[in-house]
DNA sequence: TAATCATATGAAGTATATTTCATATGTATT
DNA sequence: AATACATATGAAATATACTTCATATGATTA
């Protein structure tokens, strides 16, 4: 069932950025300045980050005055993110997983 | 805690093909073979991405003679794929998801 | 043990996604 | 209304992942 609808989702969480901006708004929402701030990242590629995983919906924004604040869609992610801790717990223990293709 | 383990398992889940083999193995387990046919692909295709998905434990193999079948670590897997799917049925309505960048 | 079948693998070529940089847009402040 | 601040965006350059093709390996069979 909607078979395509995976790839641009998981696409958005192979990504080490992606995945740290998601990592830290799961602490606390951020606007984008703020991000830059957390991550040491220049402030496009955070922009541009945040464009794609709002496309996904696996974040949303408010706007308040001139910054915008971005926050995670806790529904779907944080479980995500719990099943492949779990995952990685148990199976992940060599170093194979680095060298992907 | 584990971050970058999220990486290389996303990566093999962002790819068209490797999503095809996992939702070919979660019906049955296969061999190579039978994968090339049912999902009308190259061998080397099937075998590298099997490989990348193996090293991730998403798949497991067993030796039959000359032959290897392949079956899903469905633990982990149908879970999420069954999140995503909650999530995009609910979430992606539009054709934003298909220009990721 | 030579031949065949099933699968794996390396490396170059190609496709796709990310980064960078310059600039645009939109909101607030003076 | 001009300036400054916050964020977004386009496009070229770069990095990364995928594909292709030739060949290797390992197991079975004649």
Redesign the interface.
Known sequence: ????????????????LK??II?SLRKKEKNVTELTKDLVVEQSKIS?AL??LK???IVKVKQLGKQRTYYL?K??IL???K??????????KSE??????
């Open positions: 069932m909607i078979k395509n609808s995976y790839y641009p989702f998981f696409t958005n969480l192979a990504n080490k995945m740290d990592l541009h464009s794609s496309c996904c919906n869609n529904d779907t479980k995500i993110l099943l492949i801790d779990n995952h990685a717990h148990t199976y992940c194979c997983c680095e060298k992907i293709r």
